[in-house]
């Protein structure tokens, strides 16, 4: 699960990108704007200019702004700096696999589960940009959802389903 950590750097980040490339804004701003705890969207401003996501400048004229344009700012990225691995056990991550002592990972059903659930996450943040969540408008997924509220679940029942017969 996404960490308050983690929503509230990304909400930041979508922030930032709306704004003019270059354009400087203050960290008062970015939390009145986002309902985000000032103090602790300044340690997440830092972690993200740390991971090269924003720059920053001191003084009266100072802020933050994106280090790069977020075209090129991958969601999966921003979540394993600000989060950690996207893999709900260890053994299942990429990024910071660990052995697990109490199974044979090569027989484990729990562990093969958890390697798709990393995948499928995967999938979506480490192809999904900074630029691409601003136009969440034209999204079709959340466009399905608005209309039917109900879709969301009714499509991991159906892929539970799925699962279970197959």
Not at 65 to 73: D, G, K, M, V, W
Not at 82 to 88: H, K, N, Q, T
């Given at each position: 699960m996404l960490t308050k950590?983690?929503?509230?750097?990304?909400?930041a980040l979508v922030h930032l990108a709306k704004m003019p490339v270059g354009e400087l804004v203050f960290v008062n701003e970015i939390a009145v704007s986002n309902n985000i705890p000032?103090?602790?969207l300044d340690a997440i401003l830092g972690e993200l200019r740390n991971a090269?996501?924003?720059?920053?400048?001191k003084g009266k004229d100072g802020g933050y702004?994106?280090?790069?344009?977020?075209?090129?700012?991958k969601i999966g990225h921003v979540v394993r700096v600000?989060?950690?691995?996207?893999?709900?056990l260890s053994c299942a991550s990429q990024t910071q696999y660990q052995r697990c002592e109490d199974c044979d990972e090569?027989?484990?059903?729990v562990r093969r589960m958890m390697l798709e659930v990393r995948h499928a996450i995967s999938e979506v943040l480490d192809n999904r940009s900074l630029a691409s969540m601003q136009d969440a408008a034209n999204d079709d997924i959340l466009h399905s959802i608005r209309q039917d509220p109900n879709s969301l679940e009714s499509a991991a029942r159906k892929t539970t389903e799925r699962h279970e017969i197959g």
């Open positions: 950590k983690g929503k509230y750097g990304l909400k000032k103090k602790f090269g996501f924003v720059q920053s400048r702004r994106l280090a790069r344009p977020a075209s090129e700012i600000l989060d950690g691995p996207l893999a709900p090569t027989n484990c059903e």
